[in-house]
């Protein structure tokens, strides 16, 4: 079989590094093309990963015209999610978008309808999918050891998405400070703030616990820093029919969650009509609690099984079966969790409780 033909669309997300790793890793892929209008972007990737210099573009009509590619993984700011995914549709090969889905609902039905008719899948990958924990913990509730699903409570973020490179390689807080003023993360057009970054997060996770359901109403409050124009903490309390859930984000936590867990904790609190879960990021075990044994007490991580280890691996798998992605990389899934990232923004300006928008 010939190798999956992969090609890197943008370097602006700094998990584009993370993902041509995975590419590399693969006995059945290749990176066969990246592309960023800035050519240092694409630098240390190419020389990690011995991309020869005819595979590096700085145009993209010269890197589509070098294709075909069977899937393009697209690392661009946010806002510019749906002007790719059209750009890239009509090359006939599939769409692999780094969260956030996108700046907003009308881009993201935007980005479905660019793919509608290709014949080829997008999908929308949320890193925190591949947390064992946390998929442990949707097996759990799926066999019903709680009970209905009444509350789901998330609270996640990292120190500043300027604080870490590609594989969490680490910068210096003076480096940071330094690029602020230039960073698209810092800027509301471009689609910054700590809410577009992480409530992505809780609400499509949040929507793969809750099998679907969509919340009836939303009340977001965010952060108002002096010098900063988008948001670095915020708050939104969704109310489902059968309750209250809370999600929050954060960009300023004491520690980064993969190094050293910060207080308040980041991941996941389930309360059920019996029992209670927590899963916390990247952690071996959740904590639980039943009517049966209501001493909080751990249950091991289910390891990750063969073909889900992580989100290229389960994308080209389901390509390569002719299946759909499911799940949080479900883009009717997502579409939801983006109707309530616009609500929660929505509701964030007008200082008020908002019916979950269409």
Known sequence: MAPFRIAGI???????????????DHPEAEIAALFDPDRAKMRIAAEAFGVP????????????????????????????HAAYTERLAPHGCHVF?????????????????????????????????????????KRL?????????????????NRGPLYHLADKVEVSPEEVERQKPDSWWYKKASGGGSLLDYLGYGATLGTWYMNGEAPLEVTCVVDETPGIEVDQHSITICRYARGLS???TRWGTFTDPWARQPQPRCGFVFVGSDGTIASEDY??????????????????ADPLPEGERNAIEYVLGCIARGEPVGGPLDPALCLTAQRIVDTAAASAAQKRTLDLLP
């Open 283 to 300: 952690a071996d075990h959740v904590t639980v609690q039943t009517r049966a044994r209501p001493e909080v007490h751990p249950i091991p």
């Open 53 to 80: 210099e005819d595979r590096l573009f700085t145009d993209f009509d010269a890197c589509m015209a070098a294709g075909p590619y069977d899937m393009a993984i697209l690392c661009a700011a946010t806002a510019d």
């Open 97 to 137: 978008v780094e969260k956030p889905f996108a700046a907003s609902t009308d881009d993201a039905r935007r980005m479905i309808a660019a793919m509608e008719g290709t014949g080829k899948q997008m999908a929308i990958n949320w890193p925190l999918r591949w947390v064992e924990s946390h998929v442990t913990a």
């Open 10 to 24: 943008s370097f602006d997300h700094m998990h584009m590094g993370d993902l041509l790793r995975l590419v590399h």
């Open 141 to 157: 509730i799926d066999e019903g050891l709680i009970g209905e699903l009444i509350e789901v409570h998330f609270y996640d973020g």
């Open 246 to 248: 809370k999600m929050e």
